[in-house]
Nanobody
Framework: QVQLVESGGGLVQAGGSLRLSCAAS????????MGWFRQAPGAEREFVAA????????SYGDPVKGRFTISGDNAKNTLYLRMNRLKFDDAAVYYC???????????????????WGQGTQVTVSS
């Protein structure tokens, strides 16, 4: 059973930065691709970023390309999402997820992910 716990959300001004963390069960990164999704009120869950099991491959959703960076620290069993130049549209609950990906893939569909964290709220103010 994979356990994921997000942290680092909060209130940030538009244009500012924030780093989210996701603490994972030991050994998760070697067996799972990892991803970040977000969900705003009344909206569907949206793909944000993913990183492959090797950590070599990454993928990003179009709205965050060039502003967000996904990374992992195997020694700390922690996944990160660095968010720069935040916009009002980035406000949402952010979820960390793990996918039992074959090969070294970066799944972008939520249905491919088997384990989810409880989410952390990001609010963007003016």
């Amino acid at each position: 059973q994979v356990q994921l716990v997000e942290s680092g959300g909060g209130l940030v001004q538009a244009g500012g930065s924030l780093r989210l963390s996701c603490a994972a069960s030991e050994g998760t990164f070697s067996n799972y691709a990892m991803g970040w999704f977000r969900q705003a009120p009344g909206a569907e869950r949206e793909f944000v970023a993913a990183i492959s099991r090797s950590g070599v491959r990454t993928s990003y959703g179009d709205p965050v390309k060039g502003r967000f960076t996904i990374s992992g620290d195997n020694a700390k069993n922690t996944l990160y999402l660095r968010m720069n130049r935040l916009k009002f549209d980035d406000a949402a609950v952010y979820y960390c997820a793990a996918a039992a990906a074959l090969g070294d893939l970066t799944p972008t569909l939520a249905s491919r992910y088997h384990y989810w964290g409880q989410g952390t709220q990001v609010t963007v103010s003016s």
